[in-house]
């Protein structure tokens, strides 16, 4: 979820929540305030009652087009004594005049006249609650959209236009890549809180630069310090192999021990090509024939493999796929992904190579999917370690699909299918 | 012919003395950056093979300084480092050639003979054993004066051995000479005894007194009869 979407979200409950509370409140407030001013008229107007009555005075007739109503019974002494002198409530009554029932503020008031007790009950027709209501959480709804408009609209604008140091800064991040030269973090903003995060990030992204540096050094330094010892190696045993006293049981060991070492050359080279390429070695580039790199290659597959009776077939769509790219680095990038059909294709089977638009193709027979997500990390060997293989194939195409941005894929449909889009 | 082998590493060093010897070269040794500019001064070699990273300095300044002493010396730079930058460098500060450590030592005398001669007969890069002549620039192989025609990799083939006459070349060995880095040690060598047969097949009948043996039921050598 967005920031603000989640900002948006809160503002609209918190602010919900406060407007009901509010409504309550005001509610309660309003009725409170009306009540009193009945009572205070009420009260006048039974004292008023009270006294003309005692007085002897003609009372006003009750309907006297007010809606005003008035009552006076003579009550018990027993009565009088169980009801508090006076008392207020709230009820429907009908109006005479008016023929309709209405909601009303009644006063009872208990008096004595002569030695009886009267009871003057005096009624005036009041709000309706519910009316009141109503109308109260109309207006209150209303002022809940217009404030939330207001509010949401106020802090959408000022979050985006301070937050947009932040933007800046998930930008970098995303569009980093490690190895890669980057610009500096963003850090254009007099925010305490944004320059820690962009100088926090900077470091981090230093510091794991210098990391990837070594680490590709290392390998780097690595297989270089290996070359000599390995030259020395498999210098001698050429030297001995050469001599004339040797029995062929003897010969046959220092070869199988050449052997070896040359796959340890291999090896050695191959990891040394793949940190040149991630140090971005070789800059010359050129318009590269992938077409006719791939029949190359696929020629010379299929006699390696003739006796494995694995062959190969390529269809194109007729036209032509050059890419801008090192010419070595396609080759090694074609030669490679085509062995790699070659090498694990079960015997007697067939490779279809297809170059269609700007993807090129590999299909080779498999019945198991493979993991896609390691297939292409170095030394991985999905079904059983090939003996010879050197399990950086196809780490080295996706290396150099790397370097170039090309998009590398790996399908299963029954099949398993390379395919790079150039 | 006499060869300065200007590397720092002992043993490499040791084992490249030993085979140039077995060959007939006269070698001398210089483990770093001063004592190779020391022996370039006094001594006239005929050929430097020459380290690129060297205690006390580059081995490239150690070319500049042979160029600057303006003496006919073929340089071939070995070096851990193959990169084509490096190689490019080196060739044009006017090193002969350019040899990627870890090699074959057949290789190495095979590049020094060829420097040698490249610089003895001017432009005449041709290999020569018995009858036969072969030159690996115009693709062409003459056995007593007559070419006989062969395929790519059958002329791949020949060449490699008649640049290591007389050694022992392991079948894997060969096969990644000539197919390159695609070949899998775990393969079948088929394809090899395909065009080995054929290459013997054109030998014999252009009537060629040289000839590949198998040796060891592994490897070949080309000898001459």
Known sequence: ?422 | MKILIVEDEAGLQDMMAGALRKEGFVVENAADYDSAVDKLDIYVYDCVLLDIMLPGGSGLDILSHIKKLNRKVNVIIISAKDSIDDKVRGLELGADDYLAKPFHIAELVARIRSVARRSQADGDFAFRLGNAVLEPDTHRLMIAGKDVPLLKKEFDILRYFMQRPGHLVDKTVLAEAVWGDHIDQADNFQFIYAQMKNLRRKLVEAGADIEIKAVYGFGYKLIEK
């Not at chain 1, 006048?44 to 087009?65: E, F, H, R």
């Not at chain 1, 390995?230 to 049981?249: H, P, Y």
């Not at chain 1, 003897?250 to 140090?279: F, H, P, S, Y």
């Not at chain 1, 791939?294 to 494995?308: L, P, R, T």
């Open chain 1, 1 to 422: 979820m967005k920031f603000i979407y989640r900002i948006i979200l809160w503002l609209s409950a918190l602010m919900l929540v406060f407007m009901t509370l509010w409504g309550i409140f005001f509610f309660r407030a309003l009725e409170a305030e009306i009540i009193d001013e009945t009572d205070d008229m009420l009260e006048s107007y039974s004292a008023d009652i009270i006294m003309k009555w005692l007085s002897g005075v003609d009372i006003p007739s009750i309907d006297n087009g007010s809606n005003n109503t008035y009552y006076i019974h003579k009550v018990s002494p027993d009565y009088a004594a169980s009801v508090p002198q006076i008392r207020y409530e709230n009820a429907m009554i009908f109006i005479a005049h008016k023929k309709e029932t209405e909601a009303a503020r009644i006063r009872h008031h208990i008096f004595m006249d002569d030695d009886s007790f009267y009871e003057l009950t005096v009624a005036v027709p009041s709000f309706e609650r519910q009316d009141l209501i109503n109308a109260i959480l109309k207006w209150m709804v209303f002022l809940y959209f217009i404030l939330l408009v207001a509010c949401i609209g106020i802090t959408v604008a000022v979050v985006e236009y301070n937050f947009r140091p932040l933007k800046a800064l998930l930008g970098w991040i995303n569009s980093y890549v490690p190895g890669k030269k980057s610009a500096p973090v963003p850090c254009d903003t007099g925010i305490v809180e944004f320059r820690t995060l962009a100088k926090a990030t900077q470091e981090a992204a230093d510091r794991f630069e210098r990391q990837y540096e070594l680490q590709n050094q290392f390998i780097g330094n690595a297989s270089h310090e290996l070359q000599t010892p390995l030259a020395v190696c498999t210098g001698r045993i050429e030297m001995m192999l050469d001599s004339d006293t040797l029995t062929q049981r003897q010969a046959e060991e220092l070869a199988g021990i050449n052997r070896t070492l040359q796959r340890m050359v291999r090896l050695n080279r191959t990891l040394l090509l793949m940190t040149k390429i991630d140090n971005g070695q070789f800059m010359d580039v050129s318009d590269v024939d992938i077409v006719a790199s791939v029949k190359d290659s696929a020629g010379m597959f299929n006699e390696i493999y003739a006796h494995k009776g694995v062959r190969s077939s390529l269809s194109t769509d007729g036209g032509v796929l050059n890419v801008k790219m090192n010419e070595q680095l396609s080759s090694i990038l074609v030669s490679n992904l085509i062995k790699n059909a070659f090498v694990h294709s079960p015997a007697g089977s067939e490779i279809d190579i297809s170059i269609l638009g700007r993807t090129l193709r590999v299909a080779n027979d498999g019945d198991r999917p493979l993991d896609k997500d390691r297939i292409f990390d170095r030394f991985y060997q999905g079904s059983g370690k090939k003996e010879g293989s050197t399990g950086l194939g196809l780490a080295l195409v996706k290396s150099i699909c790397d370097r170039y941005s090309f998009r590398l894929e790996y399908v299963y449909d029954g099949r398993h299918n390379f395919i790079v889009g150039f």
